[in-house]
């Protein structure tokens, strides 16, 4: 049973920094793309930023130049620096990671970490 399991949320204020983490446990090959994704109140889930087993990146407009996306391929390990956080950002934000196992394509989710930016 493959886990993703996130940290590093909290409650932080306009303009600061915070790091999330998303490890996987669990018996699992590589994961082809790792990301993150958000959802705010009362609104869908969005994309934040992901990034493949190759180190390719995509980033929302939103959070260009303000987050950065990384992992460790060793660990199935992937993080998200975030800086200049705005009182938009406030979302829980989930770890999403996927893989393709004898042809068939595997979708994890986190649980979610909640991310307040606020004064």
């Known amino acids: 049973q493959v886990q993703l399991v996130e940290s590093g949320g909290g409650l932080v204020q306009p303009g600061g920094s915070l790091r999330l983490s998303c490890a996987a446990s669990g018996r699992t090959s590589s994961f082809n793309v790792m990301g993150w994704y958000r959802q705010a109140s009362g609104k869908e889930r969005d994309l934040v930023a992901d990034?493949?087993?190759?180190?390719?990146?995509n980033y929302a407009d939103s959070v260009k130049g303000r987050f950065t996306i990384s992992r460790d391929n060793a660990e199935n390990t992937v993080y998200q620096q975030m800086n200049s956080l705005k009182p938009e950002d406030t979302a829980v934000y989930y770890c999403?990671?996927?893989?393709?196992?004898?042809?068939?394509?595997?979708?994890?989710w986190g649980q979610g970490t909640q991310v307040t930016v606020s004064s």
């Open positions: 999403r990671a996927w893989n393709i196992v004898y042809g068939r394509r595997y979708v994890y």
């Open positions: 990034i493949s087993s190759g180190g390719g990146t």
